[in-house]
């Protein structure tokens, strides 16, 4: 095993990638390349987990997300990409996983409840849905990661995933460490209606958009509600745009614009182009690296093919690591 901590995260491909997802995780996952030994996957098998009932999409959403992936800056030199579904070990290691989990572990997950609740168009009253944290687990213990990058709302996976760990190695003898959940910084990027940004809600920026569409959006952006005009002071510290100034706009400008803003002396228009301006230079570079593996795709076939048997010699290792453990190696 490398020296440096081994991380694992996964990402599920329900749909194109947007500033959200880029922030909220994606961004953290380049940054994580030098000091961690990264494996980064793409959750195929999860994605079933809500969206059984529309696999369609599934194969052009997972070739897009590597292309995302890529052109955000994840290196095949540096991590370890691979599709979840490319490692069947997964899935064996889930089985025997979950033989080993409380059912009450499962219905406590608060997200298990929180999701059954947003999600009241989806029947999600599937054994798949219940056991997803043990599939999140397989996946994390296979590769005897350290750390798993999180924000605050996932911890209870990672804290599942410990607690299974401790079970099996109570059960049959040390065969997985503890995953520590590494919490992430995120920005507080809001979608262009104030709401959480988000596929489903229709607000959102993709890593795709071109500027012209990226501009339009923008200008659409709901700011400070409490400016109706103009002539009217604004607040900068509730205002989405500024919050998008504040990741790519100059120093300069922002100070400029935080001070003029409050004095009525910019108008949202005028502060909306600046900021898609910025944001259209700043995705400029990744644009140009999406268009080059979107006409490249046997370069991203290859580094799919070299991450995945990479990662399934060592879901391998641990399967015989497990079973050796289970007694059941014949
Ligand atoms: S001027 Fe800019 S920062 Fe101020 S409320 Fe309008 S969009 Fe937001």
């Known amino acids: 095993m490398s020296e440096k901590k081994r991380i694992l995260s996964g990402m599920r491909p329900t749909g194109p990638l947007h500033m959200g997802n880029y922030l909220g995780a994606l961004a953290n996952w380049v940054d994580m390349q030098e000091p961690y030994d990264c494996y980064f996957f793409v959750a195929d098998w999860h994605a079933l987990t809500s969206d059984y009932e529309n696999t369609g999409p599934t194969a052009e959403y997972v070739r897009q997300m590597l292309i995302d992936w890529l052109s955000a800056g ?8 691979f599709i979840q579904s490319k490692v069947p070990e997964h899935t064996e290691l889930y089985l025997i996983l979950s033989m080993i989990t409380p059912v009450p572990w499962l219905e406590r997950n608060p997200t298990y409840k929180d999701q059954i609740l947003q999600l009241q168009n989806k029947d999600l009253s599937t054994f798949g849905f219940l056991g997803y944290p043990v599939l999140q ?7 005897k990661a350290q750390g798993v990058p999180v924000g605050v709302d996932q911890v209870p996976h990672v804290e599942i995933t410990r607690e299974i760990a401790r079970r099996f190695n109570y059960l ?8 520590d959940a590494i919490l992430t910084q995120t920005p507080k990027i ?5 709401r959480k940004m988000s596929k489903s809600y229709n607000n959102a ?4 958009d071109s500027p012209e ?4 959006k923008v200008l659409q952006m709901v700011t400070d509600p409490q400016r109706a005009r103009k002539s009217d ?16 706009t100059d120093e300069a400008t922002v100070e400029k614009i935080d001070r003029e803003c409050r004095k009525a002396e910019i108008g949202c228009v005028a502060c909306k ?8 230079d700043a995705l400029a570079p990744l644009q140009e690296r999406r268009r080059y593996y979107a006409s490249h795709p046997e370069i991203v076939d290859q580094i799919i093919a070299d991450g995945s048997a990479k990662a399934r010699a060592i879901a391998k290792d641990t399967m015989a690591q497990v079973k050796a453990a289970l007694k059941m190696n014949y």
């Open 74 to 81: 994840l290196s095949p030199d540096r991590s370890t990409i």
């Open 137 to 143: 687990a397989a996946d994390i213990l296979m590769y």
């Open 172 to 179: 049959y003898g040390d065969v997985f460490p503890e995953p």
């Open 190 to 194: 809001l979608g262009i209606d104030r």
């Open 205 to 208: 920026i993709y890593l795709a």
């Open 213 to 216: 569409e990226i501009e339009k």
């Open 233 to 248: 002071p604004g607040n900068p510290d509730i205002c989405n745009v500024f919050e998008f100034h504040k990741l790519y």
């Open 273 to 280: 182009k600046i900021m898609a301006a910025s944001l259209i």
